[in-house]
Structures are given as structure tokens and as C-alpha cells.
């Protein structure tokens, strides 16, 4: 079968894709590129927020008008898929399988049976699956940077969450599958890897009961190690459990992306005790001095949630407050969405305005924008190792890449090409992006 694949939501999804690809190409379908050749269209999708549901389902509903010109079977995979299970196919007519992310596996059984027009839905969650046996497909990739998905699931359990509803019990991969695979892709000529999962600092492998335990930092250790021209990168932390040791290990090794995902989600500690974080603006801060303690130069993002259940003016201008004190070089910034079956759902009353959770919004957003350019400016003289990526969107003349700290570069492209380092030195910059020229 001609299959299209279509992915929202986050890395791990992307990554999931590439999973699904592998299972199905070895089963024997192909993979096409443009969504008229397909028999059957997979969308993975995403239910972290009500609009990107509402999203998915725009684009189903937008799928019919070419259902009806030649035949085309719809599956939805994924988080929107666990959450909704068979419900999702008495929503949506035209949908004709739904499946889970523990249960890729069961995709090409779906497929086989499609024709017969029964409807199927397999959304078995998991306590051991993690596809560490699946070389990855790399789709659409640059052949530069790709992703290494080293554990699955989530059991935090913050009160505004579905993904531990959606993706179940956290499990980690084997290192040696995990190792194996860096390996591969630095031999095919990749020159990073991002190791993803929900919390990776919760990441642990027991080799038998009695066997040692092999901790984030430990595998971090290894990957690095594969090669120092491999850059390594690694997302989600959360900041109850970033320890010192992991920034020892990243200080030491100069080809450890000196770049912290460090969600924080609110700045005051009454609403992060109601969001079931484990630990207080304090404790954050210390997490922070510590991130600089270790590596002055490491560039530090985040998540944050505005209008969160019963925040105060007073408690949002906290947030500000701590927005100022880190000053994040990046952030991604979200309107409080109520997820059906949460704690919060259950439990709290999504009591702040819509239009007040939008101007809170508003005010992180131009906050983030000028901390960002003022960083931004900052850099301006410094010199940096970038990894070239590709040619920039807006001239041919210019490449783009991105130092360590994963800000984008952009400069003349000179003698230059995709897949190397090289040497730039910062000229200008806007909130978002550093120009530069290449340092001889
Ligand atoms: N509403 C808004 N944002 C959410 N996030 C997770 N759940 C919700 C929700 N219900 C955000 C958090 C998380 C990021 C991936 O999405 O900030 O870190
Ligand atoms: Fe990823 Fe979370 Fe969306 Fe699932 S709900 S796809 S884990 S962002």
C-alpha cells in the first residue's frame, strides 16, 4: 500500500513517525511523498492542548473532498488516538483505524485487514514497550541531526497533563540499543543526535535485579563518547530531578549541546504546588545557578502555562518576575487548556477568563521577546563552532546553522557547505536569529 504519514505535536512524535515508517516499510508498503499518491494517510497526532485536536480534526474533515475523488483510508495514531480511542471513529466517519503509541507494532496486522470495512482500534498501553529493536526510517531529515528516542511514557502526573493518560508508565531503552544507534548514525555521516523523552533526567536501566543501574548522566557518559565530532543534545529535564552530576558530565564534554530545556510552567509556588510540580521557585533558581555554575555559556529555554486554575494577577506577575531572572534565551509559551480526565479537570475550576489567560499570554510573549533580543545583543563579537544545516530561507548567498547553545546562525556561505563546523563570528542579530561571517 502507497502510505503518507503527517505528524503533529512534539519530537517524540516525529520520532514515533519514524518508528511507524520502519514497521511498515518492512512489512512491505512504501512510503510516498505527496499525499495524492496515497491508498492510506497516517496522522500522528498530538492531545497535549485542545487546539491541537481541533486541528487534527480541520484536517480530517478537509480529507474527505479528496476521499471521494479516489479511494483513501484515514488512520489517526498517537496521542489524540489513546485519549479518544474508538469515540474518535464515531466523530469522525471517515476515520477507518485508530491506534495508540504503545501499538505500532499491530500496524501492519490493521492494514491487511482494511478492505473487509471493519473499523479497528488498538490503543493497548504498554509497561515494556520501547521499540528499542526498530532502526528508525529518517524521514525528511537533513542528514545532519536526528533523534534518538531513549525512553517512553510519563508518570509525573502534573496536574494539568494528559500525557501520562496518553502515553503511559515511564520506561527506559537499553543503553546498548540507545549507544548502538548513535553509532550507526554517526557512521552514516549525522553529526548530532537529540535524545528524547519525556523526563529524560528520570531515565534508568536495571540489567537484571541485580545488575547496575545506569542513570541518565551515565548514558549521556556513553553517547558522548561515541565520537567528540558528534554534537548531543537531549530534551525534556524536568527540574525536580536535574542533578549535578548530569552538568558535571556535560561539562566535560565539549560536544554536549550547551543548551537546558528546563520547563518551569509558573513562577510562583502556590500554583506549582497546585500543578504537582516537586519543587518551588527556590529550588529552580538553585537549579539555575547551578546550570551556570557548571557552564557559564549554556544557553537555558523554557514552557510556561498562563491563567493556570485560580492564578492571581499577583501570582502571573511572578512569573514575570521569574521570566527577568533567568532571562531564557527561549521559550515556548501556552494559554492554560483544560484536558479532559486530568487532575485538574477532576479537581480545580478552570476559572480564569479566556481573555484574561490571552493578555497574560500577551505579556510573557513581549517579555520573552525583548529578554531574548537583549541576549541576542550580548553575543554580538563572540565567536562560535556552528554546524552548517542548510542554505537560509531568505537568500541563497547564506547558510544557516546552529551553535551549541542551539541558536540559529546566519551568515554568508563563503566556501562553506551542509554538515560541516564552522567558525562564525557574531555581527548582528534579532530576537530570534545572530548574523554573522565566517571566521577564516
Ligand atoms: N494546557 C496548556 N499547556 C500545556 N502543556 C502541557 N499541558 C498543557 C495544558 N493542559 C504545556 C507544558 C508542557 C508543554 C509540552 O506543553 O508547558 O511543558
Ligand atoms: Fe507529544 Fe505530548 Fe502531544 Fe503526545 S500530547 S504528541 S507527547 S506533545
Redesign the pocket.
Known amino acids: 500500500m502507497n502510505l503518507f504519514l503527517e505528524t503533529y505535536g512534539?519530537q517524540m512524535n516525529f520520532a514515533d513517525s519514524e518508528v511507524v515508517a520502519s514497521i511498515l516499510l518492512k512489512a512491505g508498503h512504501q512510503v510516498v511523498e505527496r499525499l495524492e499518491e496515497a491508498e492510506c494517510v497516517l496522522i500522528n497526532t498530538c492531545a497535549?492542548?485542545d487546539n491541537a485536536e481541533q486541528r487534527v480534526r480541520r484536517r480530517v474533515r478537509e480529507l474527505q473532498s479528496l476521499q471521494q475523488q479516489h479511494r483513501l483510508y484515514i488512520g489517526v495514531l498517537g496521542c489524540m488516538a489513546e485519549r479518544l480511542q474508538s469515540q474518535l471513529m464515531v466523530e469522525e466517519e471517515n476515520v477507518a483505524f485508530v491506534v495508540g503509541p504503545d501499538a505500532y507494532r499491530r500496524l501492519p496486522d490493521i492494514l491487511s485487514r482494511l478492505d473487509n470495512g471493519v473499523r479497528q482500534a488498538a490503543v493497548d498501553l504498554s509497561t515494556d514497550e520501547t521499540y528499542a529493536d526498530i532502526q528508525p526510517v529518517r524521514l525528511g531529515g537533513n542528514g545532519i541531526s536526528a533523534y534518538i528516542s531513549i525512553m517512553r511514557g510519563c508518570q509525573n502526573y502534573c496536574s494539568?497533563?494528559?500525557v501520562p493518560y496518553t502515553r503511559g508508565r515511564e520506561r527506559s531503552r537499553s543503553p546498548q540499543t540507545i549507544v548502538e544507534e548513535a553509532r550507526e548514525l554517526f557512521r552514516q555521516g549525522y553529526k548530532e543526535v537529540t535524545l528524547l523523552g519525556q523526563n529524560v533526567n528520570s531515565y534508568r536501566w536495571c540489567d537484571g535485579p541485580s545488575g547496575n543501574a545506569v542513570t541518565f548522566p551515565e548514558l549521556m557518559e556513553q553517547v558522548a563518547s561515541v565520537s567528540p565530532m558528534m554534537r548531543v543534545c537531549f530534551a525534556t529535564s524536568h527540574p525536580k530531578d536535574l542533578s549535578d552530576e548530569l552538568l558535571q558530565v556535560m561539562a566535560r564534554h565539549a560536544n554536549i549541546c550547551r543548551c537546558i530545556h528546563l520547563?518551569v510552567?509558573s513562577g510562583n509556588n502556590r500554583i506549582l504546588k497546585l500543578m504537582n510540580r516537586h519543587y518551588t521557585v527556590e529550588w529552580y533558581l538553585d537549579r539555575v545557578s547551578a546550570i551556570r555554575r557548571y557552564m557559564p555559556d549554556c544557553s537555558i529555554t523554557t514552557?510556561?502555562?498562563a491563567g493556570f486554575c485560580s492564578e492571581t494577577e499577583e501570582e502571573h506577575r511572578d512569573t514575570l518576575k521569574l521570566f527577568r531572572q533567568v532571562g531564557y534565551d527561549y521559550a515556548?509559551m501556552?494559554?492554560?487548556?483544560?484536558?479532559p480526565d486530568t487532575y485538574a479537570a477532576r479537581h480545580l475550576r478552570d476559572d480564569v477568563p479566556d481573555e484574561v489567560k490571552t493578555r497574560r499570554l500577551e505579556e510573557i510573549i513581549a517579555l520573552q521577546g525583548e529578554i531574548a533580543l537583549e541576549n541576542n545583543r550580548r553575543e554580538i563579537g563572540r565567536i562560535y563552532e556552528v554546524l552548517v544545516e542548510g542554505t537560509s530561507r531568505r537568500s541563497k548567498e547564506q547558510l544557516f546553522g546552529r551553535n551549541s547553545q542551539n541558536k540559529v546562525l546566519v551568515f554568508d556561505r563563503g566556501a562553506a557547505v551542509p554538515g560541516n563546523y564552522v567558525q562564525v563570528r557574531v555581527t548582528g542579530c534579532t530576537a530570534a536569529t545572530l548574523l554573522g561571517e565566517l571566521v577564516k
Not at 501556552?334 to 484536558?339: E, H, P
Request: include cysteine; proline fraction near 6%; hydrophobic fraction near 35%.
Open positions: 512534539c497535549i492542548r494539568y497533563c494528559v520547563p510552567q514552557d510556561v502555562i515556548y501556552f494559554k492554560y487548556s483544560l484536558r
